[in-house]
């Protein structure tokens, strides 16, 4: 990938959108509270959003292949529950149990995939009951208390970091970084090309040649897996709590929307759907600087996703009358594989 293509990517797809609104809200809230900007300040702001920026990668590679998961609000909360019971304090069940955790994400993203795509279930319903059933699961097994503590090794990762001229560097920073690196670079290859077929047009795909169902599996998978890694990341930051993942999937799909990523599936950039947890998260901050409160998100987050499916069904019935009228359109490029 050179220099030329990562640029066509940052100001593609809605991603310099998003950049340019992250500028304007900062600078409301460095204008409201200055010390805001102090690099502590800012490091602390960027611990709080890396599991919700996390997620929205997440969230991004099923959204675009035509699909939705769910179920990655009540898989966090529930990895963090299984931890926090399984290592209890044990410094030497830290790593086994991040294990068994990788492994758990990927079994769910799997079932979740096979359900949707082998037994023809609509994602929607597939992941909504795998959501209904890892909530009441893990209530059932703990009786609606969570127990156990964490390690300071395991809570590294979302809460620790390290010193730079007497400022820590989060972790989390470098977590969020490798992974939206990862997915540019996934995007990029064969595979990425084939997932936005898929989500543009199923039909097509799969007479090309496309196992549809393996492809879609997969991204719930890769979805699975980065739940897991949101909730390593959200249990250092926040601990274990009895709400913990409440509500994330919900924050993690306004998130990809934000970031312009089309619901229908074959068309949006990651760079964009990061960026749109990051503003997201920057827009919770300005609330807070401003008095407003925290039961005022689910209505922003309701306002942002019914917006930007208006504006998409806006677009997509322009683009409908244009072919109707004989009118010649450029076709989407779904082979540009957005980073």
Do not use: C, H
Request: aromatic content about 8%.
């Amino acid at each position: 990938m050179n220099g030329k293509d990562v640029a066509r990517s940052l100001v593609s797809g809605g991603t310099a959108t998003v950049a340019l609104l992250l500028v304007v809200v900062f600078g409301i809230v460095f204008a409201i509270n200055p010390s805001f900007a102090e690099p502590g300040s800012l490091f602390a702001f960027v611990k709080k959003a890396a599991p919700l920026v996390v997620l929205a990668a997440g969230q991004y590679l099923v959204i675009v292949s035509g699909e939705f998961d769910l179920s990655v609000g009540s898989l966090v909360g529930a990895q963090v529950v299984i931890a926090a019971k399984l290592i209890d304090g044990e410094e030497s069940m830290t790593v086994p149990v991040l294990l068994l955790m990788v492994g758990f994400g990927l079994v769910v993203g799997l079932v979740n995939g096979l359900v949707t795509t082998l037994l023809k279930v609509p994602s929607f319903i597939t992941t909504l009951g795998m959501m209904l059933v890892l909530y009441g699961a893990i209530r059932l097994w703990t009786g609606g208390a969570p127990t156990g503590a964490l390690t300071e090794t395991f809570r590294q990762a979302g809460r620790g970091g390290f010193d730079v001229a007497g400022t820590q560097v989060p972790w989390a920073l470098f977590v969020m970084v490798a992974v939206g690196s990862a997915v540019v670079v996934l995007m990029r290859s064969p595979f990425g090309r084939t997932l936005l077929a898929v989500g543009d047009n199923p039909v097509s795909a799969s007479f090309s040649g496309i196992r549809v169902a393996l492809v879609r599996t997969t991204a719930f998978v890769l979805s699975g897996f980065l739940a897991t890694v949101a909730a390593v990341l959200i249990a250092g930051y926040a601990g274990v709590t009895a709400q913990v993942g409440t509500g994330l999937e919900f924050t993690a799909i306004t998130a990809v929307v934000l970031g312009g990523v089309a619901l229908g599936g074959g068309a949006g950039y990651v760079t964009a759907a990061m960026g749109g947890g990051l503003l997201l998260e920057a827009l919770f901050t300005l609330f807070n600087q401003l008095g407003l409160p925290s039961t005022a998100r689910p209505a922003v987050q309701g306002v942002i996703i019914i917006a930007a499916v208006a504006l998409s069904a806006t677009q997509l019935t322009g683009l409908r009358r244009r072919r109707g009228a004989g009118t010649p359109v450029a076709p989407a490029a779904p082979a540009e594989a957005p980073g």
